[in-house]
């Protein structure tokens, strides 16, 4: 049968994921050293584990409200209130989604019309151009470089906008880059949405994990953007929950309602038992994520100075659990380069062009990996790229 012809053209014309492309090389291979996958190496802590276990033993396993279960819509809008400065009615404004990958598709859906064209800052999150096009939109990558420590600046936003922009997706701090965004721009950014009434998408799931001293601001706490913010969250990175798959979407009423609409008639709820998880984890989770932020802390420092010290330049990112360094002075390609390592010395690590073209020359290290594995990764990397003749 020609599969092809059955299969709608807009998946069709979807590139499979670069990193899976790159993970399935990966499978299969013994004593690889791992800094690929972009997810924390603890489990879940224990408590937040222990508050599922017992939300089974009583019995939960129903469906809850589609919005989420009114408790956890309350606790969510005390921490986002508290955490991002930005006041969201539980009962209306509130959408829990299966994690933040649900709530982005929603938001894209829910917002676009054929031919409105989405914004948003490149490298990105491999799921932003696909799920643009998916809900008909037309991707702009808005490439950003090193020496802007990867965050947008207003000018190559004003560059880019048409009169058929509709949406910019932010994403600070950002995958794969770790970068963040000044205040001072984060500002000139929000001028510019309101100057030009565009809805912003902004996907604050790294937003606990910021070093320096510095701390997270939401654009959603900006003047005038309240109104225009759909600001995304969840638990998957701070609170290190990827599998439990809950995240929330904070919007004014009608961009929730018309989110909601999508989801009670394609997923209906998120899983009771997940959402017992997460309000355990919004209760009583601080210090874990306090525990867990610091030791990424740690390793950010560790892994920024040996990749230095081994000739790969590397800014040290503000935020997340990715490092972006520069392998433009080795003369390979971001693909052959990942390749050359994983082959000669077992560390997979990301090309930097599966997040986008402006991506090309960098590679993508999660270093959410146990310290003496770190170490261990390092000096393979440096042994390898001791191997390069520059040209
Ligand atoms: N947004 C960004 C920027 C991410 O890096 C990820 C996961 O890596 C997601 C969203 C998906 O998160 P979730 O597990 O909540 O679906």
Known sequence: MDYLSKISRQVAAVPRSGIRDFFELVQGRDEVISLGVGEPDYAAPWHIREAAIYSLERGNTSYTSNLGLMSLRRKIASYVGDFFDVSYDP????LVTVGVSEALDLALRALLNPGDEVIYHEPCYVSYMPGVLLAHGVPIAVPTSRKDNFALKPEALSAALTPNSRVLMLNFPTNPTGGVV????????ARLCVERDLIVISDEIYSELRYD??????????????????????FSKAFAMTGFRLGYACAPEPLTEAMMKI????MLCAPITSQAAA????????????RMRASYH???DFIVRRLNEIGLEC???????YVFPDIRGLGLSSRDFAMGLLEAENVAAVPGDAFGHSGEGFLRCCYATAFDQLREALDRMERFVATLARP
Do not use: C, K, W
């Open 213 to 234: 001293d510095s701390r997270h601001q939401s654009i959603a706490a900006l003047p005038g953007m309240r109104e225009r913010t759909i600001l995304l969250h969840g």
């Open 263 to 266: 989801h009670q008639y394609s």
């Open 298 to 300: 740690e390793r950010r």
């Open 91 to 94: 009962s209306s404004e509130i």
């Open 182 to 189: 000044s205040s001072e721009d984060l500002e000139g950014i």
């Open 279 to 290: 309000l355990e984890a919004l209760e009583n989770g601080a210090s874990s994520v306090e």
């Open 315 to 321: 800014h040290s990112p503000g935020g997340a659990f």
